[in-house]
């Protein structure tokens, strides 16, 4: 930050020098053309300090990217993965023969029923004694 400010400076002053030079009367084309030409140099070196900070950050990110995002995200994809086979290993073993059990214990609850062997809920004896 203190090198761009000392270069903005330093155009600042070549810029009011070369108006205070340009503003003489017995100004002629060479000065013009050589006032001209520095500023262009100047121009040059400042597009080239931008240039060289651009490709200093773009290899930080590039670093960044490499070194912090790629291992946070290969551990995600890890964590996911495990996940998954966490929720297949309880799908298959706890939750599909807790659904069948209950499904049968369902059947079985409605045979007696129809057979009349169960007791009826509360719902049922509500709606029967209302009828």
Same mark, same amino acid.
């Given at each position: 930050? +203190?090198?761009? =400010?000392?270069?903005?400076?330093? @155009?600042?002053? %070549? $810029? &009011?020098?070369? *108006?205070?030079?340009? #503003?003489?009367?017995?100004?002629?084309?060479?000065?013009?053309?050589?006032?001209?030409? +520095?500023?262009? =140099?100047?121009?040059?070196?400042? @597009?080239?300090? %931008? $240039? &060289?900070?651009? *490709?200093?950050?773009? #290899?930080?990110?590039?670093?960044?990217?490499?070194?912090?995002?790629?291992?946070?995200?290969?551990?995600?994809?890890?964590?996911?993965?495990?996940?998954?086979?966490?929720?297949?290993?309880?799908?298959?073993?706890?939750?599909?023969?807790?659904?069948?059990?209950?499904?049968?214990?369902?059947?079985?609850?409605?045979?007696?029923?129809?057979?009349?062997?169960?007791?009826?809920?509360?719902?049922?004896?509500?709606?029967?004694?209302?009828?």
């Amino acid at each position: 930050m +203190i090198g761009i =400010a000392v270069v903005g400076v330093i @155009i600042l002053i %070549a $810029l &009011v020098a070369g *108006i205070i030079f340009l #503003a003489q009367p017995t100004t002629d084309t060479a000065r013009v053309r050589d006032i001209f030409i +520095i500023f262009m =140099a100047l121009e040059s070196i400042l @597009i080239g300090l %931008a $240039l &060289v900070i651009l *490709i200093v950050q773009i #290899a930080r990110l590039i670093n960044l990217l490499q070194n912090e995002i790629k291992p946070i995200l290969d551990s995600t994809n890890e964590t996911v993965s495990n996940l998954r086979g966490t929720t297949t290993f309880l799908s298959e073993n706890l939750i599909e023969p807790v659904i069948s059990l209950n499904a049968a214990v369902a059947g079985l609850m409605q045979a007696l029923k129809l057979i009349g062997l169960a007791r009826k809920g509360p719902k049922e004896r509500k709606s029967r004694e209302g009828v």
